[in-house]
């Protein structure tokens, strides 16, 4: 792997959660094995008060995530560098401006700045403006990138706000538009499994297969995330991004090269041929529910109304279950379907392509429809991993036919864990490789299919919000989506296993 050039991180929101659970574990983690320069600091700006030692015994010395804090680590500790910091005072941008040109200078670093934004996304059009007012956004001798968490907007009108702001500010191939599943190693698999194989992309196509699930399940709650949660909903936090991003990573055609423009073009053109949802069908092809008060492994849960932050009267869903259709060559009437949802019975992420059966049932034991399916389980996580579902003959007399299973765990590889997602793409924008980021006109596909769903259910009261106990899988309702069928859901469990071994929940 190419070692990037010797840069600053500048993380706007650096006493924050999200820097200290998953950004400053990522650096460590890629100084740890060697992946960073010997030159470069890490700058947290944010409003609580630290000195640059104490900012390193929060961050590093005393962060449970990171594991053995052996010589190696108090090393990397001294790469970090405080400032407390108001992203609405324009004079904390000149001290910023003169604190960057001094870490320049004492560590002889060539002035690369990698801005990350772990902000509210209130702060993304303020703090992008102030860098672009004190000339922080560009330079002729040295590179200027940054990386925008989501929300990419709340609908498709401030979507467009938004990326017209960054566009005006810095160039596209400036701007990693970070979503952290595609960081992960299982979802950068699926490329690999589809184009590195002769086997499978010959079977990818309407010809064969005859519907694909994407799953995307949590067993918590809204934890202490209710003020925020209460005004996205399950279609913005998951769907709009994280699952749309999967299936088009799963639908995609082979690009030219393995490199950002290609991936990313066809990519884009998978979220361009997805058939919209009208405002008459969105009663029928899309399910939204909200839990409810239960009882999970005897211990009561409240309900979503009941959690902290979250208006008694919430209309927010919980859960999102869907049925597309992408209007391409390839994929031609081929059903897609989309479950997401908080206190489900299990945490799983995962992809079930499910194949065409065969034309003439030959075995007799064959009539029962579910005794030869196949069907090819993607583990994005937990227990990543792939499971091929096929049928056998059962030994002894008769021609009796039973669904046996081949399995790889990504565990069997190695006794390290696959590494987290935030590592692989900070290291990438590093690199000024932006395949695994989210580009522009990806961001606004998906706001255009998913928005007339979101206004039909704020101007429909006939669409109905399910309730659905706390611990089971989302509102009965979810079911309907396969009417007309012989199918149903596939109900995960945490291992990646078959049908006939021990289901961890």
């Not at 922080?136 to 001798?141: A, Q, R, T, V």
């Not at 702001?165 to 190693?185: C, M, P, S, V």
């Amino acid at each position: 792997m190419q070692l990037p050039d010797s840069f600053t991180l500048v993380i706007f929101g650096g006493s924050g959660d999200l820097t200290e659970r998953k950004l400053i574990p990522a650096m460590h983690s890629l100084y740890k094995d060697k992946l960073l320069p010997e030159k470069f600091t890490i700058l947290g700006l944010g409003r609580k008060q630290f000195m640059d030692e104490s900012y390193r015994d929060q961050m590093v010395i005393e962060n449970a995530a990171i594991g053995v804090k052996d010589e190696k680590c108090q090393t990397f500790a001294q790469h970090l560098f405080y400032q407390q910091f108001d992203m609405g005072d324009s004079e904390d941008y000149n001290k910023l401006s003169r604190r960057l040109k001094s870490l320049d200078q004492e560590f002889q670093l060539d002035g690369n700045y990698l801005y990350y934004l772990a902000t509210p996304p209130d702060f993304f059009t303020t703090v992008t403006a102030m860098l672009q007012e004190h000339n922080l956004h560009k330079s002729d001798n040295s590179w200027r990138r940054v990386i925008i968490e989501k929300p990419f907007g709340h609908d498709l009108k401030s979507a467009l706000e938004l990326n017209k702001h960054l566009t005006n500010i810095f160039a596209e191939e400036q701007i990693y538009r970070i979503d952290h599943y595609l960081g992960k190693e299982t979802v950068q698999n699926i490329l690999a499994l589809r184009f590195a194989n002769g086997i499978f992309e010959p079977l990818w196509n309407r010809n064969f297969i005859h519907h694909i699930e994407i799953t995307a399940s949590e067993n918590i709650g809204v934890e202490d995330r209710g003020g925020y949660y209460d005004g996205a909903g399950a279609m913005r936090d998951m769907v709009q991004n994280h699952l749309l991003q999967i299936a088009a990573t799963v639908a995609m055609e082979p690009p030219s090269l393995f490199e950002p423009k290609p991936v990313r073009d066809e990519k884009a053109k998978v979220l361009q041929s997805i058939r919209p949802i009208t405002r008459e069908e969105v009663g029928r092809q899309v399910i939204r529910g909200q839990y409810i008060a239960s009882k999970i492994r005897g211990e009561k849960v409240p309900g979503y109304r009941e959690e902290v932050k979250v208006a008694k009267d919430s209309q927010t869903e919980t859960f999102v279950a869907l049925k597309f259709f992408i209007d391409n060559w390839r994929w031609g009437d081929v059903p897609f379907y989309i479950r997401t949802g908080k206190r489900l019975p299990t945490r799983v992420t995962e992809v079930v392509v499910h194949f065409k059966k065969t034309p003439h049932r030959l075995f007799k034991s064959d009539k029962d429809e579910n005794s030869s399916e196949n069907s090819l389980i993607l583990r994005i996580q937990p227990d990543e991993g792939i499971l091929l579902k096929f049928g056998m003959k059962v030994p002894g007399a008769g021609f009796n036919i039973k669904n046996v299973d081949m399995d790889f765990h990504y565990s069997d590889l190695t006794d390290d864990d696959l590494p987290e997602a935030y590592e692989r793409l900070l290291l990438d924008a590093l690199n000024g490789d932006n395949t695994l980021f989210a580009r522009a006109d990806s961001v606004e596909l998906a706001w255009e299919f998913i928005d007339p769903i979101l206004k039909a259910w704020e101007t429909d009261p006939s669409i109905k919000l399910f309730g659905y106990p706390a611990g089971t899988w989302g509102p009965k309702e979810s079911h309907e989506l396969f009417e007309g069928t012989r199918e149903d859901w596939h109900y995960p469990c945490k291992n990646l296993t078959g049908e006939d071994s021990f289901c961890e929940l």
